[in-house]
């Protein structure tokens, strides 16, 4: 039968200390390289993406990344406790450490799994949303950041309405008289210039097959993929030190005894 005290004496029959088991744990935390890594993918996420996330009806996408911002900053924070308890060699120092290790594998493991079920319903979510969003918003009073937004779209992905420029036909902002004899946007031209939009012949707009809502969901997909994998990836690394940390405490509870 498994027991955690004969093996606690063994290792210090050995001249093991906990000291080497903290700084083992301490190591795979900071050394592995493990919170840039995390903190890297979020923060790249949210400053490369952040104008099309207003395109989006659910923070879904947006939360996964905050919560790989929050689990790479506890990382770095967790290695430096982890020094602080071979340092004080403290069960108050242990438990706190192995605490916080479950804690940043919990969140690690949240932030991955939300984002791999984000991924299995985005094509749908932008089928119901997207039209609606860019249609009636466009260029609308109070609606700059998702004007900017679709501008953005429009021009990186070389696309012209949700499904096609079609689209535009009907929306609040080409049917009012601000838009001046649109019928797309300025930036649904190849080279863009005032009024530009007048015209949706082929030579002067983007015609791209499937439409923005095509390119925008291959790239939201492809990134909600990169965050899935580096919160799954990394939560599967911390068990190494979360469980040397288990049982250095339990170590710690034994030395206490004999």
């Not at 700084?23 to 900071?30: D, H, P």
């Not at 790479?72 to 290695?79: C, H």
């Not at 949240?110 to 991924?119: D, P």
Request: hydrophobic share 40%.
């Amino acid at each position: 039968m498994f027991d955690i005290s004969c093996i606690a004496e063994k290792f210090c029959n050995r001249g093991i200390t906990l000291r080497s088991y903290i700084c083992s744990s301490s190591a795979c935390c900071l050394g592995a390289g493990a919170w840039p890594a995390v903190m890297g993918v979020g923060i790249w996420t949210l400053i490369d993406k952040s104008d099309y996330l207003s395109l989006l009806a659910s923070s879904t996408f947006a939360v996964s990344a905050y919560i790989l911002i929050l689990a790479g900053a506890l990382v770095m924070v967790t290695g430096f406790l982890g020094c602080c308890a071979v340092i004080r060699e403290q069960r108050s120092c242990l438990s706190t450490y192995f605490c916080c290790l479950l804690l940043i594998f919990l969140i690690e493991l949240v932030a991955g799994v939300l984002a791999y079920v984000y991924y299995q319903r985005l094509s749908e979510e932008l089928k119901q949303h997207l039209n609606e969003t860019m249609t009636e918003n466009y260029a609308q009073p109070g609606k700059e950041a998702i004007t900017l937004a679709v501008d953005r779209l429009q021009q990186d992905f070389k696309c012209c309405g949700s499904n096609n420029s079609l689209d535009w036909l009907q929306s609040v902002y080409m049917t009012s008289a601000v838009s001046e004899g649109r019928v797309v946007p300025d930036s649904c031209c190849k080279t863009i210039t005032t009024l530009c939009g007048r015209r949706d012949h082929p030579s002067n707009i983007y015609k791209t097959e499937g439409g923005c809502i095509t390119k925008l969901e291959q790239f939201l997909a492809d990134h909600l993929l990169i965050i899935g994998a580096v919160g799954i990836g990394v939560a599967c690394l911390q068990v190494g030190p979360l469980t040397l940390s288990k049982c250095a405490l339990y170590i710690s509870i034994f030395e206490t005894h004999v």
